[in-house]
């Protein structure tokens, strides 16, 4: 874009206030073309929406299952009572997990926190739902592209496990003979959902080779080794082509940012001029990534969590903020996207961000805490994962 000439007449204070005025003119302008791509998207929605209001009209249980479908995307546990109540679903392990397979209308990330949760009879729910898959004679990976199309797993490590666990034992009934026991096919499930993420990651530079891949698996057949052959084939298949990973929330980096811990809407402070920008946040990998829009290919900001402390902020017109700051008294090793899109270095002590109400900032506050605090060996998840594995590589 053609730069436009500088009036000699403005100080160097008054010259930067203008450069970021016309900065922020053109950001508004890529906004509003962006709101009239979405107004444009949603006029084709209510057109849709009109050419079945007759149809709605003349049937009422239509119009009750729209809305049900609407409270489940909000509140699954509302969602599923309000079907039952009004006789649209039978309150059966069954009927629920026929209804969340089919998925019409469904936000897959709640259906993801339905099938998760800890209570027996949601477990019973998820036992069902993997059994509605179809996996016979399919190769592992395509089996798992399948099973995380169906829903988007949820972040927790023992959601995950529950999930996993009930792929591999449906996998293995459906496939016997493939793999010695369900902990190899859980333990080789996991190691190419890593590698998906690797290969296809930008931020990971050292991709890792065939090679690689085959000697990270290595013993998990209860202590033998898998064939050569089927490692081969599941790298080639994650390299030429990534999971596709189920987007209810327009941001297209899940396969990149696999189960952030958080993520989300702030609002940040400037470094230089001292204005508040809103910023989507990815917290994951010991990382607080920032982005300009949701879409975004690439991050704006990236904030590595070392040597980092974390504080409630004291700005009284900004009473949900939060600040993260150098322990060392140096500056934070975090860097950024400067205008004409090179990668420079931050020069912050403090960033100051700010969420919409108290209970989002102390969420905030409670992850990256927990990021920072933990040790990347000792994350529950590895752990679960490092267990599983020496169970595969223990000979029976």
């Known amino acids: 874009m053609e730069t436009l000439p500088m009036p000699p007449e403005l100080t160097p204070e008054e010259q930067d206030l203008l450069t970021e005025v016309r900065r922020r003119k053109i950001e508004l302008i890529r906004e509003i073309q962006q709101l009239r791509e979405e107004?444009?998207?949603?006029?084709?929605?209510?057109?849709?929406?009109?050419?079945?209001?007759?149809?709605?009209?003349?049937?009422?249980?239509?119009?009750?299952?729209?809305?049900?479908?609407?409270?489940f995307?909000?509140?699954?546990?509302?969602?599923?009572?309000?079907?039952?109540?009004?006789?649209?679903?039978?309150?059966?392990?069954?009927?629920?997990?026929?209804?969340?397979?089919?998925?019409?209308?469904?936000?897959?990330?709640?259906?993801?926190?339905?099938?998760?949760?800890?209570?027996?009879?949601?477990?019973?729910?998820?036992h069902v739902f993997v059994e509605l898959h179809e996996f016979t004679d399919m190769l592992l990976v395509e089996a798992l592209r399948q099973f995380l199309w169906s829903f988007r797993l949820p972040g927790e490590a023992q959601?995950?496990?529950?999930?996993?666990?009930?792929?591999?034992?449906?996998?293995?009934?459906s496939n016997p003979g493939v793999f010695s026991s369900t902990d190899t096919c859980y333990v080789l499930s996991f190691a190419i959902i890593m590698l998906n993420t690797s290969l296809h990651n930008p931020s990971v530079k050292d991709k890792p080779t065939t090679d690689q891949f085959i000697n990270m698996n290595r013993g998990i057949n209860d202590g033998g080794d898998l064939p050569k052959e089927l490692l081969m084939s599941l790298y080639e298949s994650i390299k030429k082509e990534p999971f596709k990973i189920p987007e209810d929330d327009g941001n297209d980096l899940t396969h990149t940012f696999f189960n952030p811990d958080?993520?989300?809407w702030l609002l940040k402070q400037g470094g230089r001029h001292k204005n508040w920008r809103r910023r989507w946040f990815i917290l994951t990998a010991h990382c607080l990534y920032y982005f300009e829009y949701t879409t975004d290919k690439e991050p704006r900001g990236i904030i590595p969590l070392e040597n980092i402390g974390i504080r409630e902020g004291d700005d009284p017109k900004k009473p949900f903020c939060f600040e993260l700051f150098a322990i060392s008294g140096h500056y934070i090793k975090a860097c950024k996207l400067d205008s004409e899109g090179k990668v420079v270095e931050g020069k912050h002590q403090v960033y100051k961000m700010c969420a919409s109400t108290g209970e989002?900032?102390?969420?905030?506050?409670?992850?990256?805490?927990?990021?920072i605090g933990k040790d990347s060996d000792s994350q529950p998840f590895y752990d679960m994962l490092a267990a599983r594995k020496k169970k595969a590589t223990h000979k029976i």
């Not at 849709?48 to 009422?60: D, G, R, V």
């Not at 997990?97 to 027996?120: S, V």
């Not at 989002?360 to 990021?371: A, K, M, T, V």
Request: net charge negative.
């Open 39 to 71: 107004m444009a998207e949603i006029t084709l929605e209510l057109d849709a929406l009109e050419s079945q209001s007759e149809t709605s009209i003349t049937n009422p249980k239509a119009k009750e299952m729209n809305l049900g479908r609407k409270k």
């Open 73 to 126: 995307n909000m509140d699954p546990k509302k969602g599923i009572e309000y079907l039952v109540e009004h006789g649209l679903l039978e309150h059966t392990t069954e009927d629920i997990a026929r209804f969340l397979k089919e998925g019409e209308g469904l936000n897959k990330t709640m259906i993801g926190e339905y099938l998760g949760d800890q209570k027996e009879f949601n477990q019973r729910v998820l």
């Open 159 to 173: 959601k995950i496990d529950r999930m996993m666990e009930s792929f591999g034992q449906k996998y293995c009934k």
């Open 262 to 264: 958080k993520e989300g």
């Open 360 to 371: 989002e900032r102390n969420e905030w506050l409670s992850c990256i805490r927990h990021s």
